[in-house]
């Protein structure tokens, strides 16, 4: 049974740093695309960053580029979101989620929500002073 959980949410200030950690259990993180996502009170879901398993594939959403970072520890099974210069604009709940890679065939767009099917509970990060 796959599972994944969040951690590293929390209140910062403008201009402030989290970095979010996301452990998985009962699959081999190597096999698997990653994705962090958030959503916001009253909006869609929507991929910020999605790294594929060999780090061919990068993608970051336009509004986080320069500030974000997603990273991999697959000796760990974990993979994390470093976020920089946060705004009050990125207040959201922020959700880890993976999906077993096929080379050409899954996932297929650079980092969409219906791709990825396996999710964590999510993690609340909030900007404001």
């Known amino acids: 049974q796959v599972q994944l959980v969040e951690s590293g949410g929390g209140l910062v200030q403008p201009g402030g740093s989290l970095t979010l950690s996301c452990a998985a259990s009962?699959?081999?993180?190597?096999?698997?695309?990653i994705g962090w996502f958030r959503q916001a009170p009253g909006k869609e879901r929507e991929g910020v960053s999605c790294?594929?398993?060999?780090?061919?594939?990068?993608y970051y959403a336009d509004s986080v580029k320069g500030r974000f970072t997603i990273s991999r520890d697959n000796a760990k099974n974990t993979m994390y979101l470093q976020m920089n210069s946060l705004k009050p604009e990125d207040t959201a709940i922020y959700y880890c989620?993976?999906?077993?890679?096929?080379?050409?065939?899954?996932?297929?767009?650079?980092?969409?929500?219906?791709?990825?099917?396996?999710w964590g509970q999510g993690t609340q990060v909030t900007v404001s002073s």
């Open positions: 989620a993976t999906v077993w890679e096929v080379p050409g065939l899954r996932p297929t767009g650079p980092c969409d929500v219906d791709e990825y099917d396996s």
């Open positions: 009962g699959l081999t993180l190597d096999y698997y695309a």
């Open positions: 790294l594929s398993t060999t780090g061919d594939k990068l």
